[in-house]
């Protein structure tokens, strides 16, 4: 997986919110369409998670657990990405797996997360998670391009827990 450093963000995910009521505004057709537009340029595979409850912790190890948790790094290429997202305790990491993170560098992931930011504290969570998606969809066409025995590893609906 990616170093700690690169992708994680303690930041206003909106204001005061249930998880429920996030789910609920979040717009789970676009994401679902946004991963499956971006897988089908890669061999690359994107997850979106969304964690219920909140926590005092840093977001980036729990992202963390929750790749390996998912499966995330079995994939063929390790070159699986996972956004994180945990709205009641205001905070999201974006986590990819040795084989994207050799690819992107540091400053990749710095600058996604800087970019998320600004739409999670504007409540626009869509816009926010579909950005990431897009931008590490471009990360994984150029570096994993889709092949003639290119499979979906990895389910594209959002996942909660």
């Known amino acids: 997986m990616a170093g700690p450093a690169e992708a994680a963000e303690q930041a206003a ?3 005061k919110m249930r998880t429920h009521h996030f789910l609920r ?8 369409q946004a991963i499956k537009k971006a897988e089908g340029k890669s061999s690359g595979q994107i997850r979106v998670f969304i964690q219920r409850g ?3 912790d840093d977001a980036l190890p729990r992202a963390e657990r929750r790749f ?3 499966g995330m790094q079995k994939t063929r290429d390790r070159n699986a990405v996972l956004i994180f997202v945990a709205p009641r ?3 999201y990491a974006v986590v990819g797996d040795v084989g994207v993170h050799e690819k992107s560098g540091e ?5 996604l997360v800087h970019d998320m930011r600004a739409h999670f504290k504007n409540e626009d969570f869509n816009r926010a998670i579909i950005l990431a998606i897009s931008e ?3 990360l994984l066409a150029a570096h994993f391009p889709r092949t003639g025995d290119t499979i979906n590893e990895l389910p594209d609906e ?3 827990g």
Do not use: P
């Open 54 to 56: 909140k926590f005092e």
């Open 158 to 160: 959002i996942a909660q």
């Open 25 to 32: 505004r979040l717009d789970h057709n676009r994401v679902t």
């Open 107 to 111: 400053e990749f992931w710095k600058k």
């Open 13 to 15: 995910v909106g204001n």
């Open 89 to 91: 305790a205001h905070k």
């Open 136 to 138: 590490v969809g471009k």
């Open 68 to 70: 390996l948790q998912l």
